[in-house]
């Protein structure tokens, strides 16, 4: 998931940069402060669906333009899961579902 609040990132500083704003102007624009914008450009702070919207607004682009993120970060994360589907495809049902729960426990105990 850091790969894709990074990715975010990007795409609204580069979007910013293209209209020649600040961040300090942007943070302006959409009421919020310059510093919580430098976190989101950077994937350090997490925005909600409401700020990425009220960004995308200020920036004149649609929110599904902070989504389309760089191709390699896809290809990676796709990579890695049909790794994992591919340990599991050919075996028994019993099989998926003792590796599911083991997983959710690791999931659970290692919190990313």
């Given at each position: 998931?850091?790969?894709?609040?990074?990715?975010?990132?990007?795409?609204?500083?580069?979007?910013?940069?293209?209209?020649?704003?600040?961040?300090?102007?942007?943070?302006?624009?959409?009421?919020?402060?310059?510093?919580?914008?430098?976190?989101?450009?950077?994937?350090?702070?997490?925005?909600?669906?409401a700020?990425?919207?009220?960004?995308?607004?200020?920036?004149?682009?649609?929110?599904?333009?902070?989504?389309?993120?760089?191709?390699?970060?896809?290809?990676?994360?796709?990579?890695?899961?049909?790794?994992?589907?591919?340990?599991?495809k050919?075996?028994?049902?019993?099989?998926?579902?003792?590796?599911?729960?083991?997983?959710?426990?690791?999931?659970?105990?290692?919190?990313?």
């Amino acid at each position: 998931m850091e790969n894709l609040y990074k990715a975010i990132g990007k795409r609204i500083r580069d979007a910013r940069q293209k209209l020649g704003l600040t961040i300090e102007q942007l943070a302006t624009s959409v009421e919020m402060d310059w510093s919580f914008i430098g976190g989101i450009e950077r994937g350090r702070s997490i925005p909600s669906i409401a700020t990425l919207n009220k960004i995308a607004d200020a920036l004149n682009v649609p929110l599904t333009y902070l989504f389309e993120i760089d191709k390699p970060v896809i290809k990676e994360q796709n990579a890695k899961i049909n790794r994992l589907l591919n340990l599991v495809k050919n075996r028994k049902s019993t099989d998926i579902e003792l590796i599911s729960n083991i997983a959710e426990k690791i999931f659970k105990r290692y919190k990313s």
